[in-house]
């Protein structure tokens, strides 16, 4: 049962970090709450869904597409919806949950509201310690590792990672030394919407897809973020991966109680928030963002 917990929570931690620094970092930067992040998650899904099984499309290419489709896609959004409101933070979130349901719309409309299934891109599985694990989560937990590490890697090792930090610590400064804050907000939001669609990518074939998919990985994502405190990078990542462990014991030491998953996470978060209101990683101060 422990290497169960182990190995589901690597999993949905992994990707639920993804998820969370993606939404963590456009919060960071262009200071937008987008509500529609997650619908980013599951279009990526659907399209990657489209690729492979409809167009029948090799796994990488269909991956790829997908997930450069979902980004340019959030460019878009951010270009003539959000950036135009963006001073108005209440108008932003209604906007986004606003564009959140025409999406899920449009895919009812055109694929239907029935569940769909991506095959998986390794198949088989492996005894370890009595378990049977699937070379899926494998690949997945592989996969989010070497995701997480090169978001690292562009945030702390390249010029476009450190304006991005500039900007989001202070984007009069950045501006003045010469940064375009403008081009810096609109990468950022496609990165995050990357971010997304590489996490879906990885969770399309371990779980079903559903039009309404989007709203509990919000409700999650949105746990995990308030619970590793807002902007902050490293909170985001530790939030999701306790997330992740907590409804991963409850789905397998409850069995049939995966509809509590979503509950569990706000519960956690509620907890954490009585003791520390500001987050595990919580700032008292922009400076100290990302």
């Not at 959030?74 to 932003?92: N, S």
Request: with cysteine; hydrophobic share 60%.
């Amino acid at each position: 049962m422990f290497e169960r917990i182990l190995i589901n929570g690597l999993v949905l931690g992994g990707t639920y970090s993804i998820l969370a620094i993606g939404f963590s970092l456009i919060f960071g930067v262009a200071k937008i709450f987008n509500m529609a992040h997650t619908i980013f998650y599951m279009l990526t899904a659907y399209l990657f869904f489209f690729g492979n099984n409809i167009l029948c499309s090799p796994y990488v290419i269909s991956a790829g597409v997908a997930v450069l489709a979902t980004s340019f896609f959030a460019m878009f959004l951010y270009k003539f919806l959000f950036d135009r409101v963006k001073v108005h933070e209440t108008a932003v979130m209604i906007i986004s949950l606003g564009v959140s349901m025409i999406v899920q719309e449009v895919i009812i409309l055109i694929l239907g509201g029935h569940y769909r299934g991506v095959s998986p891109f390794v198949k088989g599985s492996i005894a370890i310690l009595g378990v049977t694990i699937l070379y899926q989560h494998l690949f997945t937990m592989l996969c989010c590792l070497i995701t997480l590490f090169g978001i690292w890697v562009l945030l702390f090792r390249t010029y476009l990672g450190k304006a991005i930090r500039a900007v989001a610590q202070d984007k009069e400064i950045a501006n003045v030394m010469g940064i375009n804050v403008t081009w810096v907000c609109l990468l950022t939001t496609g990165f995050s919407a990357g971010f997304a669609a590489i996490a879906a990518v990885l969770t399309a074939p371990l779980e079903p897809l559903h039009p309404e998919m989007w709203l509990r990985s919000l409700v999650t994502i949105l746990a995990a973020v308030v619970l590793g405190g807002l902007g902050s990078i490293k909170g985001s990542v530790l939030g999701a991966l306790i997330l992740g462990f907590a409804e991963s014991s409850v789905a397998i030491l409850f069995p049939g109680g995966s509809f509590l998953r979503g509950a569990v996470s706000l519960a956690t978060m509620v907890i954490v928030l009585l003791a520390r209101p500001e987050g595990l990683f919580g700032v008292m101060f922009e400076e100290e963002r990302l």
